[in-house]
DNA sequence: CTGAAAGCGCTAACAG
DNA sequence: CTGTTAGCGCTTTCAG
């Protein structure tokens, strides 16, 4: 039924050794014989099972992906970006939707080592110390993308949140604004604390105390960037960093249906960069993060350790870029 | 190093075939005799290796997807609907990116097959011959969602385009429109005749014929719904079918930056019901496609196939609603 | 440059 | 209920 190395080996009378050889391109090969089991190999359309060839060689050339969610287009555009790369290096994805949940998380991976692939990419979501030490003690290469473990042991790459929040803080700050609010959501949680920390730390420097009350946490969605602003509505805020696109959308619209002026009377900057930036009037003020970078880098980094290829920094830091459009002064 | 079912089989005093009964849940094995094994399965932390697994029972529990690109909204939600569904059979996923060019299609399918996949799932696009071809001399259940093969051989799940199409259309000429016109995108060929097909036969039954100057075929991204406003504006259209959310966005943008209101000038139906229809102002009536299910019940089906269970029906067409928000009169 | 042979870790008859 | 025995299809020494 299906062609195997055996049957082209007999066709092209020489050993499987020798048909393994010329499918794997080993130069080892005269150039005639070469030729002979290349022609059998099409003439019987054969085609070899990576299965067995993973079995015997311990080696899958597929990687894992864990996901929180690939319909969210913050990821998806990660994911985009590191399929890219594997693909580039021959390597096929195998990805699982973790919805953030630890326990979700570690079956995943388990699954995942058990198919035996070659490395996993974590992407986005928060990192629990449980699911980090599982990753920890597995022997399988691991690289995370768009997000960290809390004590930054495992390789990563990311943009740096804090100095970006800063840096926007200190724009709003110059630009009139005074009473800032912060709107999150619920999947990276190193994001979130590091972009509140630059905007209290930014504001702090400029002798003004942020308050606790004025941070929303909520679930990365459109909806929920309403939501957002119903709870912030009676704080005046007239400035509001936002983790995520979708929810600055939401946070957009409630304004404007409140009778707000954009950016008047409120001024906001999200995190993401995605697509949706330009979707809005007006347009989103927003920090272009490198979403398909990111993925891809950390794809790029997870096959120097599956080569066990130098690497000079476990960490990369990618250049970030803060566009001001329509909802900023 | 690795901990096999052969130490598994030592340590617990049994043989091999043991061992693998009881991973496998077989229940011709005496409780004792299971408790012992299972005792041992965690104390030395031993992992069935799914790679032998796959070789030796010729099943790999994998199932190939073949998407035009996962960072497009419209398929990453088809995508999600088909992962949980793999997820609840136990089945990984590995998903590969085609961007609709037949030749990576073909290569992509190639190496899902020398995965040994139990099955694959064809997502959206366009199914050239060729591919469709390959698809049905391979041995392997394949299944196609939110698309189809011109002469509708496989096994596809759909909503009928052809006559939602048709219903917009009769709903608009009640409302006064009478300059059509359509803008589509490079992906789903098919889709894009049905609509067009519905569009023509309902303008037709109602004494309008339609010009073939006002199909714009584009890349289905936002600046693309720009690019095809600045080409019918010379037409003046009053109504405009869209076949994507993200075009649609941006015809919305480009009309209303013209000057037109929107929907008293220009009436806009577009194709997806992702996310996207309620991020804009006034909100996108929209085609409500059950993407989600549409993955969900592609990857059922493929799972009744892989399993040889019964199926009463190839073609699956679900149904659509047409939700008629602020782009419409 | 080529072949023989020993596995990789597991499942699946087949006996008992 | 349990063990024995063949493979699954390929890679990889090791000889020659």
Excluded at 5 to 26: C, F, H, L, P, Q
Excluded at 54 to 82: H, M, Q
Aim: aromatic share 6%; glycine share 6%; hydrophobic share 35%.
């Amino acid at each position: 039924m299906t062609v195997t190395i055996y049957d082209v080996a007999r066709e092209a009378k020489v050993s499987m050794a020798t048909v393994s050889r010329v499918v794997n391109g080993n130069p080892n090969v005269k150039p005639a014989t070469r030729d002979r089991v290349n022609e059998v190999i099409k003439r019987l359309n054969y085609r070899p099972n990576a299965v067995a060839r993973g079995l015997a060689s311990k080696k899958t050339t597929t990687v894992g992906v864990i996901i929180p969610d690939i319909s969210n287009i913050y990821y998806s555009e990660l994911a985009r970006g590191l399929e890219d790369i594997a693909t580039m290096y021959k390597y096929q994805t195998i990805i699982s939707n973790s919805d953030n949940d630890p326990f979700k998380e570690r079956e995943i991976f388990n699954n995942l080592l058990s198919k035996q692939v070659d490395g996993i990419i974590f992407l986005g979501g928060t990192l629990s110390n449980e699911t980090a030490e599982l990753i920890q003690t597995s022997s399988v290469p691991v690289v995370v993308s768009g997000t960290q473990d809390n004590d930054s042991a495992l390789p990563a790459v990311n943009i740096d949140y804090h100095s970006a929040s800063r840096e926007i803080t200190e724009k709003l700050l110059k630009d009139g604004a005074r009473q800032f609010a912060f709107v999150g959501g619920g999947y990276s949680e190193k994001a979130r604390h590091d972009v509140l920390s630059g905007m209290t730390e930014g504001l702090k420097d400029n002798g003004i105390t942020f308050n606790d009350d004025a941070v929303y946490v909520g679930s990365e969605q459109y909806l929920d960037g309403e939501k957002a602003f119903a709870q912030l509505q009676g704080l005046k805020p007239d400035a509001i960093l936002c983790i995520s696109d979708e929810q600055a959308i939401g946070l957009v619209h409630a304004a404007q249906d409140a009778g707000l002026n954009i950016p008047d009377d409120l001024q906001i900057v999200s995190f993401n960069n995605t697509r949706l930036v330009q979707m809005v009037r007006p347009k989103l003020s927003s920090v272009m993060q490198p979403l398909y970078d990111i993925g891809a880098v950390g794809m790029r980094l997870l096959t120097k350790f599956m080569n066990d290829e130098e690497i000079e920094d476990k960490q990369v830091v990618l250049p970030y870029h803060i566009d001001y459009r329509g909802t900023t002064k």
